[in-house]
């Protein structure tokens, strides 16, 4: 079955330690992202990466890193979470980015930092 | 800056009606229009998409209005049934720019038996 997968679903953690959410893809898609889902904010893009070792920051991208050493994998890195990143985290792929650029999100990963 | 503006925010319909969301844009440079729809507990899964070439686009219950002078499109759910009720976000994103979508806030839609 053709999917993003992440891990984990929901995630509780303290400020200041670090925390890493996967993100694969079977699509063989070149394009991965990630975004971040508060209520009234919409879905606000943290970082892109248009292929293995090529990544940019989007709008949001302060208090990450992401790293693509493989093309299914796209992992979001947390090196010292704090209270405002408490949010809902959605990976996302898509083949190409020219039209159309159908973007295939995953499940989601609820993230609470205290 | 939100490149996308949406409302409502959230929205009732009650079943069989029509449903309306709206969006605005301020990028001229933007040429695909789509709208993802999001249930509770899932990831957003696209739902419609236009380009500014045409002025309408309709998919079964489905309809993207748009408008290019006014730089706004809208979604139309005819015939609305409880199992539409999710949140429906807009965005607009510049073929072949690597940055892909700016989504708007979301509309929450709720349609009542």
């Known amino acids: 079955e053709a999917q993003v997968t992440q891990n984990p679903r929901y995630l509780i953690t303290v400020t200041g330690k670090k925390l890493t959410v996967t993100c694969s893809q079977n699509m063989n898609h070149e394009y991965m992202s990630w975004y971040r889902q508060d209520p009234g904010l919409g879905l606000r893009q943290i970082y892109y990466?248009?292929?293995?070792?090529?990544?940019d920051k989007g709008d949001v991208p302060e208090g990450y890193k992401v790293s693509r050493k493989e093309k299914r994998n796209f992992p979001l890195i947390l090196e010292s979470p704090s209270p405002n990143q408490t949010s809902l985290y959605f990976c996302?792929?898509?083949?190409?980015?020219?039209?159309?650029?159908?973007?295939?999100f995953g499940p989601g990963t609820r993230l609470t930092v205290l | 800056q939100q490149q996308v503006k949406q409302s409502p925010q959230s929205l009732i319909v009650q079943k069989g009606g029509i449903s309306i969301i709206n969006c605005a844009y301020e990028n001229t440079a933007f040429d695909y229009f789509p709208w993802y729809q999001q249930f509770p507990g899932k990831g957003p899964a696209l739902l419609i998409a236009i380009r500014p070439d045409v002025s309408e686009k309709k998919e079964g219950r489905f309809t993207i209005s748009f408008n290019k002078s006014a730089k706004q499109f809208s979604l139309h759910i005819m015939d609305s049934q409880p199992g539409d009720s999710a949140t429906y976000f807009c965005a607009a994103s510049v073929s072949g720019s690597a940055r892909q979508l700016t989504f708007g806030s979301g509309t929450q839609l709720t349609v009542l038996p």
């Open positions: 990466s248009m292929n293995v070792e090529v990544t």
């Open positions: 996302a792929s898509s083949p190409t980015n020219s039209y159309p650029n159908e973007q295939f």
